[in-house]
Structure formats: structure tokens, C-alpha cells
């Protein structure tokens, strides 16, 4: 297991972050936490899978800056910077299937960019790595300790094995350089900002709902994820951030459910009356999803607090409020 490092670093050493990613679904979220604590934030992203629109609300606070820039190429920001959070990738399996070579280069060139230029800061780096590490377990619940089940040359393996990389060049920084890096592994996170479109289970049965079509299930419904609300998903990655542990540190939620299930509640919770249509399992589709948290517990004192119910219901109302907006203006 992952010991301390040292004393919990205090926040107000953070001055400046750098978010790449950051006008993605969870990296505008992360903007946003770290704007409220007074931390400076430059905003790198190419708007391949993320979109101005997410962090449009922070453009006015001075302390924010939204850079158009692909990391594969080139990092650079001038003046200080005091924490990198490399959050770039494609993050569904609909975006990394269309685009898996840049899937490829934001795992590998990516994250070497980004690692350089922490070094070259002297700044804390903390990587967003993925359940998928752990493949189509053998073990469950998963804990850090797990090596994983991955099919390196499946469809999936562009992501999966993205971040895999990811993560021994990470550790290859800390170990060989010294920066101070750190590593979350982030299960299945939903909330407002999701892309209706993006192949996710929660947006595409929330839009199949709200339209009155049937929601597409795969297989027959019985796999598991354990969904996390955005909210608490961004408290973990923060606690990790400032603090000096190196990780693997899981965050997510263990409350566990199969996709049959989801589907349904969001049915009863939309007022819906669509259907289930049951379609094909995609190739090497994990079949059940769980993390071990408590390592976050134990070195982060972080767990999630927000209930599925009371986050699928703020999602829904959120999805809603968009087709309504929509609607308005196409008149």
C-alpha cells in the first residue's frame, strides 16, 4: 500500500494550476473547485472532445484563462506554476473508438509534455487515470494492488493501455527525476456538463428517456458500474492534489449497480414511460465495476457523500433544462 510521503500540503502553496483537458466534462469542474479556492487556473485544451461552452462561466474571473492548444505537440506556460492536473483524453468508448491514435498521443506525448513541464516548474503532478486499468476484472471489488485483465490489442486497448503508459511514465518522473507526481484512478463519473452524445451509459439512457425512446441496454443488463457523482469525484482528485501522496489512489464510488438497473431508475426518474431494448455487448465490455476506496479513506479522509438518486436526479434536471433551452430556440 502507498505510505505517506509527508505532511499534507498546504493549499495556499498552490497559487496556479494548469488544467489540461480543462474545458472537458470533469476538467471544467476542476476549474471551477480550484477558482473557488482562490487558485489561479490556465485552461489548455484542443476542444476535440471538450467544448468552450463547459467553462464559458469562468471567463470573466480574472483568474482564469482558457488556452486553444494540442499537448501532443507542445506544453508551454509562461511564469509559475504550482500544480499540473492532466486531465486530456478522450473518455468514452464511442470519442476513443473514433479517435484512437489521439487517444494514443495524449496517453504517451501527452502525458510526457505535461510531465516536462511539471519538472521544469517544480510543480506537484497528479495524473487522471482510469478504471480501465484494471480491464474486465478478475478480481473485484479492485483494488490498487491489482494488475488488471487487458486486452492490449482489443478495441478498448487505445485507452486502456493509454493510460496504462501514463502511468509508468508517471512513475518513471518520480522515480528517475524526482518530480512530485501523484495518480488517481477514476471509476465511472456522471453530472452536469456530460455530453448528451458521447456513448456513456447515463447521458444516452437520460436522453433515450426524456425523447420517450427505449433505452438501449447491452447484453442483457446484468454487468455493474459503480457511479460516482462529479462532485465527489473532484473532491477526491483535489484531496490528492494537495496532499504528497504518490498513489495509485482509487476514486470512486463503491456503490455498485448493473446497467438494467440504472436503466430502469432513470426511467422512474425521468417519468418516462420508454421501454428496454437489449443490444449487443460490446467486445471485451468489463463485467463488473467496483472500487476499493480505502485507500482514499484511509489516506485522504475522502469518500463520496452525494447518493445516486439525489445525483441522477440533479443530472436528469440538468439534461432537461438543455433539451428544454433547445427546444426555446429553435423556436
Not at 438518486?309 to 427546444?327: D, H, I, M, N, P
Request: proline fraction near 7%.
Amino acid at each position: 500500500m502507498t505510505q505517506p510521503t509527508g505532511p499534507v500540503r498546504d493549499p495556499r502553496t498552490i497559487r496556479r494550476a494548469v488544467v489540461t483537458g480543462g474545458a472537458g466534462f470533469l476538467g471544467s469542474h476542476l476549474c471551477e473547485h480550484l477558482l473557488d479556492r482562490g487558485v489561479e487556473v490556465v485552461c489548455l485544451d484542443n476542444f476535440l472532445t471538450g467544448s468552450p461552452e463547459n467553462v464559458l462561466h469562468l471567463m470573466e474571473d480574472p483568474g482564469f484563462r482558457l488556452v486553444r492548444c494540442d499537448i501532443t505537440d507542445y506544453v508551454h506556460v509562461p511564469g509559475p506554476v504550482d500544480l499540473v492536473l492532466h486531465f486530456a483524453s478522450p473518455a468514452s468508448p464511442l470519442d476513443y473508438l473514433k479517435m484512437p491514435i489521439e487517444t494514443l498521443k495524449v496517453g504517451s506525448l501527452g502525458t510526457l509534455h505535461t510531465l516536462g513541464l511539471a519538472h521544469e516548474k517544480g510543480a506537484r503532478y497528479v495524473l487522471a487515470s482510469t478504471s480501465e486499468v484494471y480491464g474486465d476484472p478478475l478480481e473485484h471489488p479492485q483494488n490498487e494492488d491489482y494488475w488488471g485483465n487487458v486486452n492490449p490489442v482489443g478495441p478498448r486497448g487505445v485507452y486502456d493501455e493509454a493510460k496504462r503508459f501514463s502511468e509508468a511514465m508517471t512513475t518513471a518522473y518520480r522515480t528517475s527525476k524526482g518530480t512530485d507526481t501523484g495518480i488517481v484512478r477514476i471509476f465511472n463519473t456522471y453530472g452536469p456538463r456530460m455530453r448528451a452524445d458521447d456513448g456513456r451509459a447515463i447521458p444516452a439512457f437520460i436522453g433515450q428517456a426524456l425523447s420517450g425512446r427505449p433505452l438501449t441496454v447491452a447484453g442483457d443488463g446484468s454487468q455493474t458500474r459503480s457511479i460516482c457523482f462529479v462532485g465527489d469525484t473532484v473532491r477526491g482528485i483535489l484531496a490528492m492534489a494537495f496532499s504528497d501522496h504518490t498513489g495509485p489512489i482509487n476514486i470512486g464510488n463503491p456503490d455498485e449497480l448493473s446497467m438494467l438497473r440504472l436503466a430502469q431508475w432513470i426511467v422512474e426518474l425521468t417519468g418516462s414511460d420508454s421501454g428496454i431494448e437489449f443490444i449487443d455487448l460490446p467486445v471485451d465490455d468489463p463485467k463488473v465495476r467496483r472500487p476499493d476506496t480505502t485507500r482514499a479513506e484511509e489516506l485522504l479522509g475522502w469518500q463520496p457523500t452525494v447518493p445516486s438518486e439525489a445525483g441522477l436526479r440533479s443530472t436528469v434536471a440538468w439534461f432537461a433544462a438543455r433539451r428544454a433551452e433547445a427546444a426555446e430556440l429553435a423556436g
